[in-house]
């Protein structure tokens, strides 16, 4: 588990908590708001091991990576340009 892997776990627990003292409460901004960083915290872990994943297949079998890193650049390219 990475850094950031670890980061998105604790966000995640930490918005759990803050919308369960939101639902003790009654206080629905406070759920809300407990929701937004499980979210973020979800995210966050999904980036971390999308990045693991993308390590190790470099390492791994450097010519996957290299493809995927060229199929990644066109769609952005393509995501850009359409500005």
């Known amino acids: 588990m990475s850094a950031t892997q670890a980061e998105g776990t604790i966000r995640n627990v930490a918005g759990k908590a803050e919308e ?14 407990g929701k937004a960083r499980q979210v ?3 995210a966050q872990d999904a980036y971390g091991e999308a990045v693991e994943t993308v390590r190790h297949a ?8 290299l493809g995927l890193a060229a199929g990644l650049g066109f769609v952005l390219g393509m ?5």
């Open 40 to 42: 973020a915290g979800q």
């Open 79 to 83: 995501l850009m340009a359409r500005r």
């Open 20 to 33: 369960a003292v939101g639902g003790m409460m009654g206080d629905t901004a406070t759920q809300m708001r």
């Open 58 to 65: 470099a390492t791994d079998q450097p010519l996957i990576a």
